[in-house]
């Protein structure tokens, strides 16, 4: 069986792996855990997972080039999400080591999470909710209706798309601004992002995170949005300028927002912008789920089997540089 170095802490492996993808890891590997408590990374990794040929990592272990240039017997380094962009692939592929990631199986779970911070920051659930915590009758307000309002998705990926089936479905109607995807459904109107912001009164950020798309939604993004315009990121945080953000929230358009990542540890939103009056924030759970999770676990043990029975794994990404494959029988 192969030795492989499971990377998660023990918080990172109840959240995301669990018990029932070890039990089927342990069934084609020989797993070794990351005892430590702490994240580990660079040659620190490389010597915690010698003489083991793979590293399943999670989101919070780069791959860096200290870990492949100190890791002779390391044959495949394997990310547990889809977000490869804390591992140094090039780095990886000049030592011959083959890199993987996970398919996106939390779709439900970040929709859902969507749409429920939308219900949230339309009727105001939880500003009522902590008024009746801290022993206080909350003012009633206004609310206002998913039913006929106007959705604005950023971004048409995998997410978008089962977001924009949901609010449908609830008498939304839905823009999209994707330079690269144009939407199959003729009732979804593709258009570009300014005139998305222009139209809409709830705005999702679901765009992936590049070196272009740094600062995405910035100050003349959001002075393009509507007056009363909602904001979500479900994304990541370094698409928004936060102090653009902020000023919008404190001077218009913008009537709140609701953010599940941001530029904290762990891509999770900044305390002192979700701790504004119109901002909820939950800590990075839109794929906390364990549907969700299992799904890119067993992606990881599925690879792991391909590995040991001599074929290219799912979800490679380097592999016509990934030289050691040779050393499992496997040919790039």
């Known amino acids: 069986m192969l030795p492989v170095f499971l990377a998660h802490t023990d918080a990172m492996f109840r959240n995301y ?68 962009r804390t591992i140094d692939v090039p780095a990886a592929s000049a030592h011959g080591v083959l890199v993987t990631r996970a ?17 949230d920051l339309a009727r105001g659930i939880g500003r009522a909710t902590a008024h009746y915590h801290r022993g206080e009758m909350p003012e009633p307000r206004m609310g206002r209706q998913l039913a006929g309002a106007t959705l604005g998705i950023l971004g048409y990926g995998v997410i978008g798309r089962r977001l924009a089936a949901i609010a449908k479905a609830l008498g ?107 901002v909820i924030a939950t800590p990075h759970i839109g794929g906390l789920t364990p549907q969700a999770i299992a799904h890119q676990a067993f992606d990881t043990v599925r690879q792991v089997e391909a590995l040991a029975a001599g074929r290219l794994p799912p979800g490679a990404v380097n592999a016509p540089h990934a030289y050691r494959l040779g050393r499992l029988g496997v040919a790039p």
């Open 17 to 84: 792996y669990g018990e029932a993808a070890l039990v089927a890891l342990s069934r084609v590997a020989e797993v070794r855990r990351n005892t430590t408590g702490r994240h580990l990374a660079g040659r620190e990794l490389a010597e915690a997972a010698q003489g083991c040929a793979v590293i399943v990592s999670d989101r919070m272990t780069p791959g860096e080039a200290g870990t492949f240039a100190h890791a002779p017997d390391l044959v495949a380094f394997l990310r547990c999400a889809v977000d490869i």
């Open 103 to 119: 398919t996106p199986g939390f779709a439900d779970a970040v929709a859902e999470l969507g749409i429920g911070m939308m219900v």
């Open 172 to 278: 939304m109607t839905v823009v999209v601004a994707d330079p690269h995807v144009t939407p199959e459904d003729p009732e979804i109107r593709h258009a570009p992002l300014h005139e998305v912001l222009a139209a809409s009164d709830f705005v999702v950020c679901l765009v992936v995170a590049t070196e272009e798309t740094e600062n995405l939604l910035d100050a003349a993004a959001f002075a393009a949005m509507k007056p009363g315009a909602l904001f979500v990121n479900l994304a990541r945080g370094n698409l928004v300028d936060e102090a653009a953000l902020r000023h919008a929230l404190d001077h218009g358009p913008l009537a709140g927002a609701a953010l599940d990542v941001g530029r904290a540890p762990d891509q999770m939103p900044t305390p002192s912008l979700a701790a504004h009056p119109k």
